[in-house]
Protein backbone atom coordinates (compact mmCIF):
# COMPACT_ATOMS: atom_id res chain seq x y z
CA UNK A 1 0.00 0.00 0.00
CA UNK A 2 0.84 3.71 -0.64
CA UNK A 3 -0.36 5.66 2.96
CA UNK A 4 -0.16 9.18 3.30
CA UNK A 5 0.10 10.59 6.93
CA UNK A 6 -0.58 14.28 7.32
CA UNK A 7 1.12 16.74 10.11
CA UNK A 8 3.98 17.57 10.82
CA UNK A 9 4.66 17.01 14.30
CA UNK A 10 6.05 14.22 16.82
CA UNK A 11 2.99 12.47 16.83
CA UNK A 12 2.78 12.02 12.88
CA UNK A 13 6.86 10.80 13.13
CA UNK A 14 5.56 8.30 15.59
CA UNK A 15 2.95 7.04 13.66
CA UNK A 16 4.88 7.28 10.59
CA UNK A 17 7.42 5.26 12.31
CA UNK A 18 4.74 2.69 13.66
CA UNK A 19 2.86 2.18 10.20
CA UNK A 20 6.44 1.66 8.22
CA UNK A 21 6.85 -1.56 10.26
CA UNK A 22 3.51 -3.12 8.98
CA UNK A 23 4.32 -5.59 6.11
CA UNK A 24 1.37 -4.59 4.35
CA UNK A 25 3.23 -0.59 3.57
CA UNK A 26 5.42 -0.17 0.33
CA UNK A 27 5.60 3.65 0.66
CA UNK A 28 5.13 6.58 2.80
CA UNK A 29 4.33 9.80 1.91
CA UNK A 30 3.87 12.55 4.51
CA UNK A 31 2.72 16.29 4.35
CA UNK A 32 4.39 18.51 5.49
CA UNK A 33 6.44 16.32 7.53
CA UNK A 34 9.69 17.29 8.82
CA UNK A 35 13.50 16.21 9.70
CA UNK A 36 13.14 13.55 11.31
CA UNK A 37 10.76 11.94 9.39
CA UNK A 38 12.33 13.02 5.99
CA UNK A 39 14.55 10.01 7.26
CA UNK A 40 11.82 7.19 6.34
CA UNK A 41 8.71 9.08 4.40
CA UNK A 42 9.19 11.09 1.58
CA UNK A 43 7.73 14.12 2.69
CA UNK A 44 5.50 16.97 0.46
CA UNK A 45 5.50 20.27 0.34
CA UNK A 46 1.63 20.73 1.51
CA UNK A 47 0.52 21.91 4.69
CA UNK A 48 -2.01 20.20 6.73
CA UNK A 49 -5.09 23.03 6.33
CA UNK A 50 -4.33 22.65 2.38
CA UNK A 51 -7.32 20.17 1.80
CA UNK A 52 -7.89 20.40 -1.48
CA UNK A 53 -4.34 20.18 -2.64
CA UNK A 54 -4.07 17.12 -0.38
CA UNK A 55 -6.73 15.30 -2.40
CA UNK A 56 -4.56 16.12 -5.88
CA UNK A 57 -1.54 14.51 -4.51
CA UNK A 58 -3.44 11.28 -3.06
CA UNK A 59 -4.83 11.32 -6.38
CA UNK A 60 -2.01 11.68 -8.52
CA UNK A 61 0.05 9.55 -6.64
CA UNK A 62 -2.40 6.72 -6.07
CA UNK A 63 -2.08 6.81 -2.19
CA UNK A 64 -4.13 3.55 -0.81
CA UNK A 65 -4.60 5.22 2.53
CA UNK A 66 -4.20 8.69 4.31
CA UNK A 67 -3.86 8.75 7.95
CA UNK A 68 -4.80 12.45 9.33
CA UNK A 69 -2.73 13.32 12.41
CA UNK A 70 -4.10 16.92 13.35
CA UNK A 71 -7.87 18.56 14.45
CA UNK A 72 -7.42 21.16 11.68
CA UNK A 73 -7.90 19.00 8.10
CA UNK A 74 -11.02 17.14 10.07
CA UNK A 75 -12.37 20.23 11.03
CA UNK A 76 -12.19 21.59 7.33
CA UNK A 77 -13.74 18.34 6.36
CA UNK A 78 -10.51 16.88 4.42
CA UNK A 79 -12.48 13.06 5.35
CA UNK A 80 -15.83 14.37 3.38
CA UNK A 81 -13.72 15.71 0.52
CA UNK A 82 -11.74 12.49 -0.10
CA UNK A 83 -14.34 9.80 0.73
CA UNK A 84 -16.44 12.00 -1.72
CA UNK A 85 -14.33 10.75 -4.36
CA UNK A 86 -13.47 7.69 -3.15
CA UNK A 87 -10.31 7.47 -1.61
CA UNK A 88 -9.60 5.72 1.98
CA UNK A 89 -8.80 7.98 4.72
CA UNK A 90 -8.81 7.47 8.52
CA UNK A 91 -10.28 10.15 10.51
CA UNK A 92 -13.68 11.59 11.82
CA UNK A 93 -16.34 13.52 8.97
CA UNK A 94 -16.15 17.01 9.27
CA UNK A 95 -19.59 16.71 11.31
CA UNK A 96 -18.36 14.33 13.69
CA UNK A 97 -15.21 15.84 14.61
CA UNK A 98 -17.62 18.97 16.03
CA UNK A 99 -16.66 16.36 19.05
CA UNK A 100 -13.48 18.62 18.92
CA UNK A 101 -14.05 21.33 17.21
CA UNK A 102 -17.06 22.53 19.06
CA UNK A 103 -16.78 22.45 23.07
CA UNK A 104 -20.70 23.61 23.04
CA UNK A 105 -21.26 20.50 20.65
CA UNK A 106 -19.47 17.95 22.73
CA UNK A 107 -20.98 18.84 26.01
CA UNK A 108 -24.46 19.12 24.71
CA UNK A 109 -24.16 15.68 23.24
CA UNK A 110 -22.69 14.39 26.69
CA UNK A 111 -25.39 16.00 28.13
CA UNK A 112 -28.42 14.30 25.90
CA UNK A 113 -26.61 10.69 26.73
CA UNK A 114 -25.64 11.17 30.11
CA UNK A 115 -21.52 11.08 29.85
CA UNK A 116 -20.59 12.34 33.10
CA UNK A 117 -18.68 15.68 32.50
CA UNK A 118 -18.31 19.51 34.79
CA UNK A 119 -21.77 21.71 34.53
CA UNK A 120 -21.27 24.33 32.69
CA UNK A 121 -23.56 27.15 30.44
CA UNK A 122 -22.87 28.95 27.42
CA UNK A 123 -22.91 32.54 26.63
CA UNK A 124 -22.17 34.59 23.61
CA UNK A 125 -23.11 37.87 25.37
CA UNK A 126 -20.36 39.54 27.44
CA UNK A 127 -22.75 40.54 30.31
CA UNK A 128 -24.50 37.82 30.85
CA UNK A 129 -21.43 35.30 30.46
CA UNK A 130 -20.15 37.94 33.63
CA UNK A 131 -23.05 38.00 35.66
CA UNK A 132 -22.99 34.35 35.62
CA UNK A 133 -19.16 34.64 36.31
CA UNK A 134 -19.92 36.82 39.20
CA UNK A 135 -22.21 34.37 41.33
CA UNK A 136 -20.91 30.99 40.56
CA UNK A 137 -18.61 29.28 42.39
CA UNK A 138 -15.35 29.42 42.16
CA UNK A 139 -12.62 28.22 40.77
CA UNK A 140 -14.38 28.39 37.33
CA UNK A 141 -12.96 27.08 33.80
CA UNK A 142 -13.47 29.62 31.26
CA UNK A 143 -13.14 27.81 27.69
CA UNK A 144 -13.67 29.70 23.89
CA UNK A 145 -15.91 27.14 21.82
CA UNK A 146 -13.61 26.19 19.41
CA UNK A 147 -10.34 25.14 18.42
CA UNK A 148 -7.40 27.38 19.59
CA UNK A 149 -4.35 24.85 19.88
CA UNK A 150 -4.76 24.55 23.69
CA UNK A 151 -4.91 28.18 24.46
CA UNK A 152 -8.71 29.18 24.90
CA UNK A 153 -9.18 27.41 28.06
CA UNK A 154 -8.50 29.49 31.17
CA UNK A 155 -9.06 28.05 34.75
CA UNK A 156 -9.89 31.24 36.95
CA UNK A 157 -9.54 31.63 40.75
CA UNK A 158 -10.80 34.81 41.70
CA UNK A 159 -13.15 37.68 39.56
CA UNK A 160 -10.37 39.52 37.78
CA UNK A 161 -9.18 36.19 36.32
CA UNK A 162 -12.14 35.33 35.02
CA UNK A 163 -13.19 39.19 33.91
CA UNK A 164 -10.12 39.25 31.63
CA UNK A 165 -10.92 35.39 30.13
CA UNK A 166 -14.16 36.42 29.20
CA UNK A 167 -13.47 39.90 27.87
CA UNK A 168 -10.57 38.56 25.64
CA UNK A 169 -12.70 35.33 24.21
CA UNK A 170 -15.98 37.57 23.81
CA UNK A 171 -14.71 41.34 23.13
CA UNK A 172 -11.11 41.32 22.46
CA UNK A 173 -11.44 38.22 19.50
CA UNK A 174 -8.25 36.76 20.95
CA UNK A 175 -9.32 33.40 19.52
CA UNK A 176 -11.20 34.59 16.34
CA UNK A 177 -14.35 32.83 15.54
CA UNK A 178 -13.77 30.00 17.90
CA UNK A 179 -14.38 32.53 20.66
CA UNK A 180 -17.80 33.68 19.51
CA UNK A 181 -18.89 31.37 22.13
CA UNK A 182 -17.79 31.37 25.90
CA UNK A 183 -18.10 28.01 27.88
CA UNK A 184 -17.81 28.26 32.19
CA UNK A 185 -17.61 25.05 33.15
CA UNK A 186 -17.48 23.81 37.02
CA UNK A 187 -13.77 23.28 38.24
CA UNK A 188 -12.96 19.68 38.11
CA UNK A 189 -10.65 18.16 40.96
CA UNK A 190 -8.76 15.27 40.46
CA UNK A 191 -5.46 13.21 38.09
CA UNK A 192 -6.02 13.70 34.43
CA UNK A 193 -5.67 11.29 32.25
CA UNK A 194 -5.80 10.45 28.08
CA UNK A 195 -7.73 7.82 27.24
CA UNK A 196 -7.64 6.78 23.66
CA UNK A 197 -10.30 4.36 21.66
CA UNK A 198 -10.36 3.85 17.96
CA UNK A 199 -13.87 3.19 16.54
CA UNK A 200 -15.36 1.69 13.34
CA UNK A 201 -18.57 4.33 13.89
CA UNK A 202 -20.43 1.37 15.85
CA UNK A 203 -17.39 -0.62 17.91
CA UNK A 204 -14.79 0.94 19.74
CA UNK A 205 -11.21 -0.51 20.66
CA UNK A 206 -9.03 0.80 23.53
CA UNK A 207 -5.67 2.18 23.33
CA UNK A 208 -3.11 2.07 26.38
CA UNK A 209 -3.90 4.72 28.92
CA UNK A 210 -1.48 7.70 29.29
CA UNK A 211 -1.11 10.69 30.54
CA UNK A 212 -0.19 14.30 29.23
CA UNK A 213 2.13 17.04 31.31
CA UNK A 214 0.49 20.20 29.88
CA UNK A 215 1.67 23.21 31.81
CA UNK A 216 5.52 24.44 30.96
CA UNK A 217 7.32 23.94 33.82
CA UNK A 218 7.79 21.25 36.61
CA UNK A 219 4.81 20.42 39.07
CA UNK A 220 2.48 21.96 36.68
CA UNK A 221 3.51 25.06 37.14
CA UNK A 222 3.15 28.13 34.11
CA UNK A 223 1.22 28.24 30.95
CA UNK A 224 -0.21 25.65 29.37
CA UNK A 225 1.51 24.23 26.46
CA UNK A 226 0.82 21.30 23.83
CA UNK A 227 2.44 19.25 26.16
CA UNK A 228 5.55 18.15 27.55
CA UNK A 229 5.67 14.73 27.85
CA UNK A 230 3.67 11.90 28.49
CA UNK A 231 3.61 8.72 29.92
CA UNK A 232 2.06 4.91 29.34
CA UNK A 233 0.68 3.44 30.79
CA UNK A 234 -0.90 5.50 33.67
CA UNK A 235 -0.93 3.83 37.02
CA UNK A 236 -4.23 5.55 37.93
CA UNK A 237 -6.39 4.51 35.48
CA UNK A 238 -6.77 1.09 37.52
CA UNK A 239 -8.90 -1.86 35.46
CA UNK A 240 -11.83 -1.27 37.16
CA UNK A 241 -11.27 2.37 36.00
CA UNK A 242 -10.41 1.60 31.71
CA UNK A 243 -13.39 -0.39 31.80
CA UNK A 244 -16.10 2.30 33.55
CA UNK A 245 -14.55 4.86 31.25
CA UNK A 246 -15.54 2.85 28.85
CA UNK A 247 -18.95 2.14 29.18
CA UNK A 248 -19.82 5.14 31.13
CA UNK A 249 -17.99 7.97 28.53
CA UNK A 250 -16.62 6.20 25.03
CA UNK A 251 -19.60 3.51 24.22
CA UNK A 252 -22.24 6.28 24.87
CA UNK A 253 -20.56 8.99 22.96
CA UNK A 254 -20.52 6.69 19.89
CA UNK A 255 -23.31 5.13 20.64
CA UNK A 256 -25.02 8.98 20.20
CA UNK A 257 -23.09 9.91 17.51
CA UNK A 258 -24.45 7.60 15.62
CA UNK A 259 -28.10 8.07 16.69
CA UNK A 260 -27.44 11.67 15.24
CA UNK A 261 -26.50 10.64 12.27
CA UNK A 262 -22.94 11.25 12.53
CA UNK A 263 -21.13 8.26 13.56
CA UNK A 264 -17.46 8.53 14.42
CA UNK A 265 -15.22 6.44 12.62
CA UNK A 266 -11.31 6.98 13.73
CA UNK A 267 -9.91 8.36 16.52
CA UNK A 268 -11.68 9.43 19.62
CA UNK A 269 -9.27 10.71 22.54
CA UNK A 270 -11.50 11.88 26.17
CA UNK A 271 -9.08 13.62 28.28
CA UNK A 272 -10.53 12.58 32.15
CA UNK A 273 -10.10 14.08 35.21
CA UNK A 274 -10.68 11.23 37.57
CA UNK A 275 -13.06 13.12 40.76
CA UNK A 276 -14.27 11.30 43.42
CA UNK A 277 -17.04 11.22 42.44
CA UNK A 278 -15.76 8.80 39.02
CA UNK A 279 -14.61 10.03 35.75
CA UNK A 280 -15.63 13.22 34.09
CA UNK A 281 -15.03 14.10 30.64
CA UNK A 282 -12.71 17.33 30.35
CA UNK A 283 -12.45 17.65 26.37
CA UNK A 284 -13.17 15.07 23.36
CA UNK A 285 -10.47 15.13 21.01
CA UNK A 286 -11.34 13.28 17.55
CA UNK A 287 -7.34 12.45 16.96
CA UNK A 288 -4.07 11.05 18.29
CA UNK A 289 -3.04 12.96 21.28
CA UNK A 290 0.23 14.68 20.98
CA UNK A 291 2.73 13.49 23.37
CA UNK A 292 0.70 10.45 23.96
CA UNK A 293 0.94 8.71 21.03
CA UNK A 294 4.69 9.26 21.15
CA UNK A 295 4.37 7.11 24.81
CA UNK A 296 1.67 4.56 23.31
CA UNK A 297 2.47 3.27 19.63
CA UNK A 298 6.04 1.79 21.31
CA UNK A 299 4.03 -0.37 23.26
CA UNK A 300 1.83 -1.39 20.60
CA UNK A 301 2.72 -4.87 19.10
CA UNK A 302 -0.37 -5.44 16.39
CA UNK A 303 0.26 -3.18 13.05
CA UNK A 304 -1.08 -0.44 13.25
CA UNK A 305 -2.60 -0.33 9.51
CA UNK A 306 -4.18 -3.49 10.30
CA UNK A 307 -6.50 -1.96 13.14
CA UNK A 308 -7.09 1.28 10.66
CA UNK A 309 -8.27 -0.78 8.12
CA UNK A 310 -10.25 -2.56 10.36
CA UNK A 311 -12.05 0.38 11.45
CA UNK A 312 -12.37 1.94 7.85
CA UNK A 313 -14.51 -1.65 7.16
CA UNK A 314 -16.30 -1.67 10.63
CA UNK A 315 -14.89 -4.76 11.76
CA UNK A 316 -12.94 -3.50 14.73
CA UNK A 317 -14.97 -6.31 16.75
CA UNK A 318 -12.49 -8.75 15.61
CA UNK A 319 -9.34 -6.95 16.23
CA UNK A 320 -7.79 -7.46 19.84
CA UNK A 321 -4.98 -5.44 20.34
CA UNK A 322 -1.45 -6.80 21.70
CA UNK A 323 0.66 -4.49 24.12
CA UNK A 324 4.24 -5.12 25.74
CA UNK A 325 3.84 -4.75 29.13
CA UNK A 326 6.59 -2.58 29.27
CA UNK A 327 6.02 1.22 29.82
CA UNK A 328 7.13 4.45 27.79
CA UNK A 329 8.32 7.45 28.54
CA UNK A 330 8.38 10.36 26.43
CA UNK A 331 10.27 13.58 27.03
CA UNK A 332 9.47 16.86 25.08
CA UNK A 333 12.70 18.84 24.42
CA UNK A 334 11.43 22.94 23.31
CA UNK A 335 13.11 25.78 22.39
CA UNK A 336 13.75 29.01 24.21
CA UNK A 337 11.07 31.21 24.42
CA UNK A 338 8.45 28.76 23.74
CA UNK A 339 4.85 28.49 24.61
CA UNK A 340 5.69 32.08 23.46
CA UNK A 341 7.81 32.98 20.50
CA UNK A 342 10.52 30.56 20.31
CA UNK A 343 13.94 30.82 18.58
CA UNK A 344 14.81 28.86 15.81
CA UNK A 345 17.48 27.76 13.65
CA UNK A 346 19.65 25.94 16.16
CA UNK A 347 21.87 23.61 15.33
CA UNK A 348 20.74 20.12 17.08
CA UNK A 349 23.61 17.93 18.52
CA UNK A 350 24.11 14.01 19.77
CA UNK A 351 21.01 12.55 17.74
CA UNK A 352 23.32 9.99 16.21
CA UNK A 353 24.78 9.08 19.67
CA UNK A 354 21.51 7.84 20.60
CA UNK A 355 19.90 6.57 17.23
CA UNK A 356 21.22 2.80 18.00
CA UNK A 357 20.29 2.29 21.45
CA UNK A 358 17.97 0.23 22.12
CA UNK A 359 14.57 0.96 23.73
CA UNK A 360 15.07 4.83 23.29
CA UNK A 361 13.36 6.67 20.25
CA UNK A 362 13.61 10.31 19.12
CA UNK A 363 10.51 11.55 17.43
CA UNK A 364 11.02 14.70 16.03
CA UNK A 365 8.31 17.55 16.01
CA UNK A 366 9.55 21.10 15.01
CA UNK A 367 12.89 19.87 13.00
CA UNK A 368 14.07 20.25 9.91
CA UNK A 369 17.60 18.53 8.40
CA UNK A 370 20.12 20.35 5.95
CA UNK A 371 22.42 17.86 4.91
CA UNK A 372 23.07 15.69 7.39
CA UNK A 373 22.57 17.92 10.55
CA UNK A 374 19.22 18.85 12.25
CA UNK A 375 18.13 22.50 13.05
CA UNK A 376 15.25 23.53 15.61
CA UNK A 377 12.04 24.86 13.47
CA UNK A 378 9.14 24.75 16.14
CA UNK A 379 8.32 25.48 19.93
CA UNK A 380 8.02 21.83 20.59
CA UNK A 381 11.64 19.74 19.30
CA UNK A 382 11.99 16.36 19.97
CA UNK A 383 10.44 14.17 22.05
CA UNK A 384 12.90 11.65 23.32
CA UNK A 385 11.15 8.34 24.44
CA UNK A 386 12.21 5.32 26.55
CA UNK A 387 10.99 1.97 27.28
CA UNK A 388 11.44 0.36 30.30
CA UNK A 389 10.41 -2.87 32.26
CA UNK A 390 8.85 -0.41 34.53
CA UNK A 391 7.82 3.32 34.32
CA UNK A 392 11.15 4.12 36.69
CA UNK A 393 13.28 2.52 33.66
CA UNK A 394 11.47 3.66 31.44
CA UNK A 395 11.89 7.39 32.99
CA UNK A 396 15.65 6.55 33.46
CA UNK A 397 16.29 5.44 29.80
CA UNK A 398 14.22 8.67 28.58
CA UNK A 399 16.12 11.24 30.60
CA UNK A 400 19.63 9.49 29.78
CA UNK A 401 18.67 10.11 26.24
CA UNK A 402 17.66 13.35 26.21
CA UNK A 403 20.80 14.32 28.47
CA UNK A 404 22.74 13.62 25.52
CA UNK A 405 21.27 15.90 22.84
CA UNK A 406 21.67 19.22 22.93
CA UNK A 407 20.89 22.33 21.43
CA UNK A 408 21.25 26.21 22.09
CA UNK A 409 18.73 27.26 24.96
CA UNK A 410 16.72 24.19 24.79
CA UNK A 411 14.97 23.06 28.09
CA UNK A 412 12.81 20.31 28.85
CA UNK A 413 10.66 19.22 32.50
CA UNK A 414 12.65 17.65 35.12
CA UNK A 415 9.69 15.68 36.24
CA UNK A 416 8.40 13.68 33.59
CA UNK A 417 6.42 10.65 35.30
CA UNK A 418 6.70 11.71 38.81
CA UNK A 419 3.21 11.32 39.29
CA UNK A 420 3.00 7.43 38.14
CA UNK A 421 5.88 6.78 40.48
CA UNK A 422 3.73 8.62 43.30
CA UNK A 423 0.49 6.88 42.30
CA UNK A 424 2.68 3.04 42.03
CA UNK A 425 4.28 3.72 45.28
CA UNK A 426 0.92 4.62 47.30
P1 LIG B 1 -9.21 21.20 27.55
O1 LIG B 1 -8.52 21.74 26.32
O2 LIG B 1 -10.66 21.44 27.60
O3 LIG B 1 -8.81 19.78 27.86
O4 LIG B 1 -8.52 21.98 28.76
C1 LIG B 1 -7.12 22.06 28.92
C2 LIG B 1 -6.75 21.80 30.34
O5 LIG B 1 -7.45 22.71 31.20
C3 LIG B 1 -7.15 20.41 30.84
O6 LIG B 1 -6.22 19.44 30.53
C4 LIG B 1 -7.25 20.66 32.33
O7 LIG B 1 -5.98 20.65 32.93
C5 LIG B 1 -7.81 22.06 32.41
N1 LIG B 1 -9.29 21.99 32.49
C6 LIG B 1 -10.18 22.02 31.48
N2 LIG B 1 -11.44 21.93 31.93
C7 LIG B 1 -11.37 21.82 33.27
C8 LIG B 1 -12.34 21.69 34.31
N3 LIG B 1 -13.65 21.68 34.08
N4 LIG B 1 -11.87 21.59 35.58
C9 LIG B 1 -10.55 21.63 35.86
N5 LIG B 1 -9.59 21.76 34.92
C10 LIG B 1 -9.98 21.86 33.64
N1 LIG C 1 -1.95 16.06 24.59
C1 LIG C 1 -3.14 16.77 24.43
C2 LIG C 1 -3.66 16.78 23.06
O1 LIG C 1 -3.20 16.07 22.20
O2 LIG C 1 -4.63 17.50 22.83
Not at 144 to 164: I, M, R, S, T, Y
Amino acid sequence: MKILVIGSGAREHALVWKIAQSSKVKKIFCAPGNGGISEIAECVDIKAAEIEKLLEFAQANQINLTVVGPELPLALGIVDLFQAQGLKIFGPSKSASALEASKVFAKNIMKKYKVPTADFAVFTNKEAALKYARNAKRPLVIKADGLCAGKGVFVCQNLAEQEKAIQSILEDNEFGNAGNTVMIEECLVGQEASMIFISDGDNVCAMASSQDHKRIFDDDKGPNTGGMGAYSPAPVVSDDLFEKIKTEVIIPTIQGMQQEGMAFCGVLYAGIMITEKGPKVLEFNARFGDPETQAILPRLKTDLVEIILSSLSGTLDAIKLDWDKRACVCIVAASGGYPGDYEKNKKISGLDKISQEKDLFVFHAGTIKQGNDFFTAGGRVLGVTGLGNDIRQAIETAYKGINQIGFENMFYRKDIGKKALAEISV
